[in-house]
T-cell receptor
Framework: SQKIEQNSEALNIQEGKTATLTCNYT??????LQWYRQDPGRGPVFLLL?????KEKRKERLKVTFDTTLKQSLFHITASQPADSATYLC??????????FGGGTRLMVKP | DAGVIQSPRHEVTEMGQEVTLRCKPI?????LFWYRQTMMRGLELLIY????????DSGMPEDRFSAKMPNASFSTLKIQPSEPRDSAVYFC?????????????FGSGTRLTVV
């Protein structure tokens, strides 16, 4: 069966460090992978999209990698800040523009 | 644009009652999605529309759930009769469908509690 796995344990890091979140998937051949941020009581907010033929994508302090051989995406936040504390969701696109989401990883950045 | 607008923000209802959730997508977006989020199951896709036409409703849990999109600016998700296990946060999202860098835009959600 198709699975998207994100670390369900919270990631705690110190302010200024780089946070790295992992998204692994099985039985998918996604053309696109997306990352979202979700704050408590709010809907997910789109951050980055990476295509299957792209190895890496950057946006300000964010970097996403996509390894279709390993079936894995890594999401990095450099120079992390307490304001980066949130739950981060990866999502894979199936046919017809449908997104399937992983369970999310909660990031806590301590000052 | 004010983004995706959902109403009500919170809904508390008794078991057996009908519940209607509403969504106004972003103008110009051709796709509309209904998701449900719970701690146990995360975000689950219930149904999605393209140009107001339902494309995939395989995620709708039972016949008690129905969704409509009578025009490009409005969609409803109805549960009749509601049950306690339907308690969750229901999100509506829309997208342009273009392979660009904007992804989905989600509403703020409706927190449904069925007692």
């Amino acid at each position: 069966s198709q699975k998207i796995e994100q670390n369900s344990e919270a990631l705690n890091i110190q302010e200024g460090k780089t946070a790295t979140l992992t998204c692994n998937y099985t039985n998918y051949s996604p053309a696109y992978l997306q990352w979202y941020r979700q704050d408590p009581g709010r809907g997910p907010v789109f951050l980055l999209l990476i295509r299957e033929n792209e190895k890496e994508k950057r946006k300000e302090r964010l970097k996403v990698t996509f390894d279709t051989t390993l079936k894995q995406s890594l999401f990095h936040i450099t120079a992390s800040q307490p304001a980066d504390s949130a739950t981060y969701l990866c999502a894979l696109e199936r046919a017809g523009n449908m997104l399937t989401f992983g369970g999310g990883t909660r990031l806590m950045v301590k000052p | 644009d004010a983004g995706v607008i959902q109403s009500p923000r919170h809904e508390v209802t008794e078991m057996g009652q009908e519940v209607t959730l509403r969504c106004k997508p972003i103008s110009g977006h051709d796709y509309l999605f209904w998701y449900r989020q719970t701690m146990m199951r995360g975000l689950e896709l219930l149904i999605y529309f393209n140009n107001n036409v339902p494309i995939d409703d395989s995620g709708m849990p039972e016949d008690r759930f129905s969704a409509k999109m009578p025009n490009a600016s409005f969609s409803t998700l109805k549960i009749q009769p509601s049950e306690p296990r339907d308690s969750a946060v229901y999100f509506c999202a829309s997208s342009s469908g273009d392979r660009d860098d904007y992804g989905y835009t989600f509403g703020s959600g409706t927190r449904l509690t069925v007692v």
